[in-house]
């Protein structure tokens, strides 16, 4: 489905509770006016976020896999990646930008079409209206790559996900080549076969890595990476439910949803509080292959907070010290 992954200077995470458009210069902008419900503020919306559960704990990507077993096939897929360090995809002014609304936010229509860039996967796509404020950001502006929009109603534990997005000239509406509402109490259970905003099925925000997570000192999630076209194989493992159209080989490349872990006995103690947050839960949670882009690149959201210079240091964390954990049926 999707293409390569474009890295794209893009708007700071946007948080948007009214009609009123938000101030968009720092991803912890807030607006403390009321939008019609009396307990729902900006300052509550952003608080709210770091209690919102992004799916329930049994959920695959959520559980802990430090003593899962590795797959026989990690020493081929890892050698075939070669000794390629992490990269990590977002910083101060990129990244995944995402949108917060209350449960009083408008929705608004939605409408699934093809353009230049992708297709049209609206038969595997959930239907508007979405509470998509129009000043929500666009990953990379809107002007290349995936576009993706991303919203989470704190209120309702909703969130809502397009790909290749862009905003209508001719009403409030949006339009997309694929778009899913995922209820966050539970875990997903979309049709097997079905793509997402995503190449894998799965949703992106909970994958994402945070600044308000890594501040509280702890990541409780899978974090999503990106492999190239080669080293993909065509199918997937679950939790993942889409596959993308690889050109490696069964043995020796990753499927969509494998999962790599950190080994236990990497040495991050030379690391920054921060990046030590980061590795901490790449050895508990391990990375997940969400979408085709370049070798290693982990994904996350803009901040302003992000310090870019200290993040590029994990780059000296490589795919050797990495490990494939049971993968279990390919599709």
């Not at 293409?3 to 509770?17: E, G, Q, R, T």
């Amino acid at each position: 489905m999707k293409k390569y992954f474009w890295l794209s200077i893009i708007l700071l995470a946007s948080i948007s509770c009214s009609k009123k458009a938000a101030d968009n210069t720092a991803s912890s902008t807030t607006n403390s006016s009321t939008t019609g419900s009396s307990n729902c503020t900006m300052p509550l919306a952003l608080s709210k976020l770091n209690s919102v559960q992004m799916f329930p704990s049994n959920y695959a990507l959520n559980q802990d896999i430090s003593s899962a077993s590795v797959d026989p096939s990690s020493s081929a897929i890892i050698s075939n990646l070669g000794s390629t360090g992490l990269h990590p995809d977002f910083g101060s002014i990129y990244g995944i930008p995402f949108t917060l609304v209350c449960g009083s936010q408008p929705k608004v229509s939605i409408t699934y079409r093809k353009n230049s860039y992708d297709g049209n996967y609206g038969d595997q796509s959930d239907p508007g209206p979405y509470p998509i404020p129009a000043t929500a950001p666009i990953e990379g502006g809107g002007g290349s790559g995936d576009s993706h929009v991303l919203v989470c109603d704190v209120e309702n534990n909703k969130l809502y996900e397009l790909y290749n997005a862009s905003k209508n000239t001719s009403d409030n509406g949006w339009s997309a080549s694929a778009g899913v509402i995922f209820d966050l109490t539970t875990s997903p259970n979309r049709p097997a076969g079905y793509t997402s905003a995503d190449a894998a099925g799965l949703a992106i925000l909970p994958c994402l890595v945070r600044y308000d997570e890594v501040a509280s000192g702890k990541i409780n999630h899978a974090v999503r990476f990106t492999i190239s076209r080669q080293n993909t194989y065509a199918g997937y493992v679950s939790p993942a439910n889409h596959l993308v159209s690889g050109t490696g080989s069964l043995g020796s490349s990753l499927p969509m949803g494998a999962r790599l872990r950190l080994k236990a006995g990497v040495d991050i103690s030379g690391f920054s509080a921060t990046n030590q947050v980061i590795l901490t839960a790449m050895k508990k949670f391990g990375i997940v292959v969400a979408d085709i882009g370049s070798n290693m690149y982990i994904t996350g959201a803009p901040d302003s907070r992000w310090d870019d210079s200290d993040l590029h240091n994990l780059k000296n964390i490589t795919s050797s010290d990495f490990e494939v954990i049971t993968m279990g049926t390919i599709h």
